[in-house]
Nanobody, 123 residues
Framework: QVQLVESGGGLVQPGGSLRLSCAASGRILIINDMGWYRQPPGKERELVAH???????NYLDSVKGRFTISRDNSKNTIYLQMNSLKPEDTAVYYCDADLTYKSGTYFKSEKYWGQGTQVTVSS
């Protein structure tokens, strides 16, 4: 009933840029917090950036000044602009959303995850 679909990943050289998008669809009433996580090879998933509905943000220390998270509430979409990419940014990137949606005659609140998009930074 609800889907989060990421796009924008790929292969980029060190110092390059990518912009990830994550669009939520379905019978959504409201989306509260949204975020981007990443899981490097052989490591645990970590929070990269987080944004509230009001637009307040926070970032993983290692990406501050290089990554920017933003959202368009009218499109139920968040973005992650990634600049000055480094090889250590290589990972599968996932978006998540805390949202309320309609299920039958009820409303449910849950966290949803996207399927992930691969970002590879390599020369």
């Amino acid at each position: 009933q609800v889907q989060l679909v990421e796009s924008g990943g790929g292969l980029v050289q060190p110092g390059g840029s990518l912009r990830l998008s994550c669009a939520a669809s379905g019978r959504i009433l409201i989306i509260n917090d949204m975020g981007w996580y990443r899981q490097p090879p052989g490591k645990e998933r970590e929070l990269v950036a987080h944004i509230t509905r009001a637009g307040n943000t926070n970032y993983l220390d290692s990406v501050k000044g290089r990554f920017t998270i933003s959202r368009d509430n009218s499109k139920n979409t968040i973005y992650l602009q990634m600049n000055s990419l480094k090889p250590e940014d290589t990972a599968v990137y996932y978006c998540d959303a805390d949202l309320t949606y309609k299920s039958g005659t009820y409303f449910k609140s849950e966290k949803y995850w996207g399927q992930g998009t691969q970002v590879t930074v390599s020369s």
